[in-house]
T-cell receptor, first 110, second 116 residues
Framework: QKEVEQDPGPLSVPEGAIVSLNCTYSNSAFQYFMWYRQYSRKGPELLMYTYSSGNKEDGRFTAQVDKSSKYISLFIRDSQPSDSATYLCAMNTNAGKSTFGDGTTLTVKP | DAGVIQSPRHEVTEMGQEVTLRCKPISGHDYLFWYRQTMMRGLELLIYFNNNVPIDDSGMPEDRFSAKMPNASFSTLKIQPSEPRDSAVYFC??????????????FGPGTRLTVL
């Protein structure tokens, strides 16, 4: 079993919808939780970063971490066609390597 | 800074040939990572370096794969001999490795490898 499991998708939603992307993990030592966004034929880029449990909001994006359930989520409000991309969750214990989920591909239709 | 630079961007080769992928990390970054991405297997970490020293190569699929980092500004990933199942996008990434922003990794544009 993988350390990080991500809802596989793909996900297709109409413009303006609320999107929920989710990952579960098994390593209780993970402290940093990240979401990367990857556009087609590009490398991933960091979108959101949280440390430990709680919520973090940045514009239309909210990252949520529940360490007791080993569950993280990314919510996108008022989704736009420009949000169409693959979203990868990632997490690590401290400085060094991150463990990535397999990614969820999102399409937002105008 | 120009970001992480990878070359070539595309590589088409025949089975059995040697392939060398190159990476220049962001100046000042202490960590360098090599990943492989496919539809079937997602993003796989192959190997990573800290201060030019390989730390974990457990993701390297087999002896046909090797990676080096002779100095802080250059790394190579070599496949010899290449096989069709090696076809994938290979990403190089670098990070400061100091805990800020979860150790944000900056990815290069990738090398799209096709082995015929």
């Amino acid at each position: 079993q993988k350390e990080v499991e991500q809802d596989p998708g793909p996900l297709s939603v109409p413009e303006g919808a609320i999107v929920s992307l989710n990952c579960t993990y098994s390593n209780s030592a993970f402290q940093y939780f990240m979401w990367y966004r990857q556009y087609s034929r590009k490398g991933p880029e960091l979108l959101m970063y949280t440390y430990s449990s709680g919520n973090k909001e940045d514009g239309r994006f909210t990252a949520q971490v529940d360490k007791s359930s080993k569950y993280i989520s990314l919510f996108i409000r008022d989704s736009q066609p420009s949000d169409s991309a693959t979203y990868l969750c990632a997490m690590n214990t401290n400085a060094g390597k991150s463990t990535f989920g397999d990614g969820t591909t999102l399409t937002v239709k105008p | 800074d120009a970001g992480v630079i990878q070359s070539p961007r595309h590589e088409v080769t025949e089975m059995g040939q040697e392939v060398t992928l190159r990476c220049k990390p962001i100046s000042g970054h202490d960590y360098l990572f090599w990943y492989r991405q496919t539809m079937m297997r997602g993003l796989e970490l192959l190997i990573y370096f800290n201060n030019n020293v390989p730390i974990d190569d457990s993701g390297m699929p087999e002896d046909r794969f090797s990676a080096k980092m002779p100095n802080a500004s250059f790394s190579t990933l070599k496949i010899q001999p290449s096989e069709p199942r090696d076809s994938a996008v290979y990403f190089c990434a670098s990070s400061l490795g100091r805990g800020d922003r979860g150790d944000e990794q900056f990815f290069g544009p990738g090398t799209r490898l096709t082995v015929l």
